[in-house]
């Protein structure tokens, strides 16, 4: 069982760089490409650093950072694009939360079709 957190993927508007973790490359191409848009978008927007991180249950989050002296970033328009994306996203998000719980977790996949 994982003792930390995991990051899935990462924007920063500082570095202009996206990461991916490779343990995460299995996932289907469409995913990956959603979750770089995603992210990007974010950054673009609001600035600062966001990673989409599991934690050792499993539960995604949406961790946003900034430089200190970041006067551009926007931390109301931070708050309101997570919350979007929560509700934009919510099917995918909870995939990928499924997806780390059977795939890395080794936890029963309970869903019933």
């Known amino acids: 069982m994982y003792e930390e957190k995991i990051v899935l993927c990462c924007s920063n508007k500082y570095e202009q760089k996206y990461y991916l973790n490779e343990d995460f490359d299995s996932l289907p191409q469409q ?3 959603e979750l770089k848009i995603m992210c990007v978008l974010y950054t673009e927007d609001v600035g600062g650093i966001l990673s989409l991180e599991f934690d050792e249950e499993g539960n995604l989050s949406f961790v946003v950072t900034s430089d200190e002296g970041d006067l551009l970033f926007d931390e109301i328009g931070s708050v309101l694009k997570i919350k979007q994306y929560q509700e934009d996203k919510k099917d995918l998000l909870e995939s990928l939360e499924t997806y780390f719980r059977v ?10 079709y």
């Not at 795939?103 to 019933?112: A, K, P, Q, S, T």
């Open 31 to 33: 995913i990956k490409d």
């Open 103 to 112: 795939f890395f977790l080794g936890e029963d996949d309970d869903i019933n």
